[in-house]
């Protein structure tokens, strides 16, 4: 499975922005989307997840604030995120999962900064 990830970008504390990951190739049902992310200095933490059939997880951090959808048919995710803050600035990596099977996109560079 293929990820291309979208939608990174600069903005400033309380902005928000949208991130979207379509996933191409042996895509198969049962499976689980999302988004993680590695702020400087930090390890990799799970912002959000999806499964196919809409069930969604998330972060405490990312609770009320990020938002993530799914269409099913196009196997495409987005991360609607708001009231953004300083420490949310990471790449964030989308994340396909079925099983034990993983793949990951590329990372997209989030930077929250006045």
């Known amino acids: 499975v293929q990820l291309q990830a979208s939608g990174g970008g600069s903005v400033q504390p309380g902005g928000s922005l949208r991130l979207s990951c379509a996933a191409s190739?042996?895509?198969?049902?049962?499976?689980?989307m999302g988004w993680y992310r590695r702020a400087p200095g930090k390890q990799r933490e799970l912002v959000a997840t999806?499964?196919?059939?809409?069930?969604?997880f998330y972060a405490e951090f990312a609770e009320g604030r990020f938002t993530i959808s799914r269409a099913t048919a196009s196997n495409t995710i987005d991360l609607q995120m708001n009231v953004l803050k300083p420490e949310d600035t990471a790449v964030y990596y989308c994340?396909?999962?079925?099983?034990?099977?993983?793949?990951w996109g590329q990372g997209t560079l989030v930077t929250v900064s006045s």
């Open positions: 999806v499964t196919d059939g809409s069930k969604a």
């Open positions: 994340l396909y999962r079925r099983y034990n099977v993983e793949s």
């Open positions: 190739g042996s895509v198969f049902s049962l499976n689980t």
